[in-house]
Structures are given as C-alpha cells and as structure tokens.
C-alpha cells in the first residue's frame, strides 16, 4: 500500500513554468513504477508521463514531450513533473500515479493521489 499526495499547482502564465512534486508514503517506494496523468474539465483522464523504478526510463505523451520532464528521488520518495513552455490546454488537475508493474503505469495505475489544479492563463 503506497498513499500519495501532490503539491505545487497553482496559477501560471502561458509560457511560463511549474514543479509539481508527489510525495509516497511507504518503504517500498523505489520498487514502483511512477506516472503523472491530467483531467481537464469535461475531459477524461489522460497520460502525460511516467518513470520506471530506477529513474532510468521515461516515457512522455506527445501533446507534452519536449516541454514536460518527469524525475524521481527514491531517497526522499518523492517524483516530479518539470513543466516548461505551459499551454492553455496544460489547464487541468494533475494526479500522481503508482503501479507495481512498469506495463500497466500508463494504463491502470494500483495507486492514486488526490490530485492538484494547474491553470495556465493566456
């Protein structure tokens, strides 16, 4: 069992930037897979990026690669999100995602946080 709680949204510019972090309850956090999805208004939840256990694989949805960055500190059980370049269409609340298995982080995580608005203003 992993609990895990977002932090760092907020209100930004276009082009401007944010750091979200997600901080994991638990002494097993290195041995999960960690992911990042977004739900905009009268969206569905959708991908954005996740980080296998070590931190030596990434993987990004289109709409954010080269702009997004996801990393983790299995030190301080903690992953985050780099944002660079925010968009409008970035506006969305932001949920952390664990899964024991890297196969199933993009798809149905084991774990949820509770999620954090970003709102990117034009």
């Known amino acids: 069992q992993v609990q895990l709680v977002e932090s760092g949204g907020g209100l930004v510019q276009a082009g401007g930037s944010l750091r979200l972090s997600c901080a994991a309850s638990?002494?097993?956090?290195?041995?999960?897979?960690m992911g990042w999805f977004r739900q905009a208004p009268g969206k569905q939840r959708e991908f954005v990026a996740r980080i296998s256990w070590s931190g030596g694989s990434t993987y990004y949805a289109d709409s954010v690669k080269g702009r997004f960055t996801i990393s983790r500190d299995n030190a301080k059980n903690t992953v985050y999100l780099q944002m660079n370049s925010l968009k409008p269409e970035d506006t969305a609340v932001y949920y952390c995602?664990?899964?024991?298995?890297?196969?199933?982080?993009?798809?149905?995580?084991?774990?949820w946080g509770q999620g954090t608005q970003v709102t990117v203003s034009s």
């Open positions: 995602a664990a899964a024991h298995r890297i196969a199933v982080i993009t798809t149905t995580p084991d774990y």
């Open positions: 638990g002494r097993t956090f290195s041995s999960y897979a």
